[in-house]
């Protein structure tokens, strides 16, 4: 029951055919009511009308009747007729229902006008001064035919909800679709235009949706331009610096504008070969590679740095066929980070493999700061760093998560992440395995 109204609640669908469905039955019921009110409104006069019309009859064929005229008029109205008195009995037809039983069914208190409907048969009695009549008016034929009408109606009406039903959901396609666009463009594809069905109110609300994130897509690309533009520009001017600080004598300041310096040609490597990634002369260049080997030289290069690493339990070689220098970096980025995100007291951090028949996922655990779980889906963004003032110290401007993942993406693989604040982080790199039989071919 609550999930049927639970499923109401989210529907705009179900609830439009809610409303339609109710509104006919409403309809439905007071146009009923309407009927039934008329028709007992007009019983009364019909009675006096139906009495006044008999003893016309009853005049033309004469009391006790004249069998021949009667017989007549019975089939020239569909009308039955019996008469009994003391000394003369007869009917028009012997099935026709006799005085005992029509009394039997029914009690009135004016015994000369009886009137009773049955099953589509009006019936009259009328007291004479010699005799009794029996007049049956046969009203079955069309009451047949109002049988079949309400039949008909009925399938008039499933029809008509049926249309309604399908209707609706025409017309809410469109919903569907401004939906799945507006899931599309929060994952980040600006790209995807919303198909538009029809010019209504939703079609123009979804134009205006496509027209919003072409605009933003645009507004985007222009300041990744902007941002590699100047990128680029600084890169000879820091060359120069470099260049010059060479004639400066040693110092402490000195030292610390080179780590400066490092660091901005740092940033300015990871911008340029973010934006290479997506570029035709910036492809993958594939070899197969001893991913054992890879992680080994990286470890060498950060051993001296707290709070170490511990020996990972891995199979002697596992080779995949990737780009060395850029699975290098995501390997150096990632295990930097662990490393600077880590506490004084932090556990060195483990890398272990997952090698499985389609996939294979290398996993880096650290016990270090970790990250809350509202700035997880953020970390893959440029320039994205979770705590600003702790960031100062360990350098860097955000950009390592969002290359590892372009290169991770570019080898057909992906990058996740699990942390957990203060407990630790882990981060899976995972790559597909048909490039691995790529490198055996
Ligand atoms: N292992 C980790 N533990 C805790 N925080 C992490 C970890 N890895 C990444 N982060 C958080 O994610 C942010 C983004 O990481 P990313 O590697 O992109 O940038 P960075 O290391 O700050 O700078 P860069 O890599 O450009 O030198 C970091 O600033 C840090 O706050
Ligand atoms: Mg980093």
Redesign the pocket.
């Known amino acids: 029951m609550n999930k049927f109204v639970g499923k109401i609640k989210s529907s705009i669908f179900t609830k439009l055919l809610l409303v339609i469905i109710m509104t006919g039955i409403i309809v439905i019921a007071l146009i009923g009511g309407f009927l039934k009110y008329y028709t007992h409104k007009m019983k009364p006069p019909f009675q006096k009308n139906a009495i006044h019309y008999t003893n016309y009859i009853i005049r033309e064929i004469g009391t006790p009747p004249d069998t021949i005229k009667a017989l007549e008029i019975s089939q020239d109205l569909s009308l039955q007729i019996r008469f009994e008195s003391p000394d003369f009995k007869w009917t028009t037809n012997e099935k026709l229902i006799s005085f005992k039983n029509f009394d039997e069914k029914n009690s009135y208190e004016n015994e000369n006008i009886k009137i009773d409907f049955d099953e589509g048969v009006y019936y009259l009695t009328l007291q004479q001064d010699i005799g009794r009549y029996l007049f049956a008016f046969d009203f079955r034929e069309s009451a047949a035919s109002s049988e079949l009408l309400s039949v008909f109606l009925i399938f008039l009406l499933t029809l008509v909800f049926t249309a309604a039903y399908l209707l609706i959901k025409r017309i809410l396609k469109q919903i569907n679709l401004l939906n799945e666009g507006v899931k599309q463009v929060a994952g980040g594809n600006l790209k995807y235009q919303v198909a538009v069905t029809n010019p209504d109110e939703l079609g123009k609300l979804s134009e205006s949706f496509n027209s919003m994130t072409r605009r933003i897509g645009e507004m985007i690309r222009s300041k990744e331009r902007l941002l590699l533009d100047v990128s680029h520009e600084l890169r000879s001017p820091l060359t120069r610096i470099k260049v010059a600080l060479e004639f400066v004598e040693e110092s402490q300041s000195k030292e610390s504008v080179k780590e400066d310096i490092s660091?901005v040609e740092?940033?300015i490597t990871?911008i340029l070969e973010t934006e290479r990634l997506n570029s035709d002369h910036g492809k993958l260049i594939l070899t197969k590679t001893n991913v054992l080997e890879l992680i080994k030289e990286v470890c060498r290069d950060l051993q001296n740095k707290h709070p170490g690493i511990k020996p990972a339990s891995v199979p002697e070689s596992v080779f995949l066929n990737i780009d060395r220098d850029r699975i290098k970096t995501v390997l150096k980025?990632?295990l930097?980070?662990?490393l600077?995100?880590?506490k004084p007291e932090s556990l060195p951090m483990e890398i272990s493999i997952n090698d499985k028949e389609k996939s294979l996922v290398i996993i880096?655990k650290?016990n270090?700061?970790?990250?809350a779980e509202e700035?997880l889906p953020f970390?893959?963004e440029?320039f994205?760093?979770?705590?600003k003032s702790?960031?100062k110290e360990?350098?860097?401007?955000?950009?390592?998560?969002?290359?590892?993942k372009k290169i991770m993406e570019a080898h057909g693989g992906s990058i996740e992440?699990k942390?957990e604040l203060n407990a630790?982080?882990t981060?899976y790199l995972k790559f597909t395995r048909y490039i691995n039989y790529a490198a055996h071919s």
Do not use: A, H, Q, W
């Open positions: 660091d740092k940033m990871e980025n990632v930097e980070n662990s600077k995100y880590s880096i650290d270090g700061f970790g990250i700035e970390i893959f440029p994205y760093r979770v705590d702790r960031s360990t350098g860097g401007y955000g950009l390592g998560m969002s290359l590892c992440i942390s630790g982080t981060v």
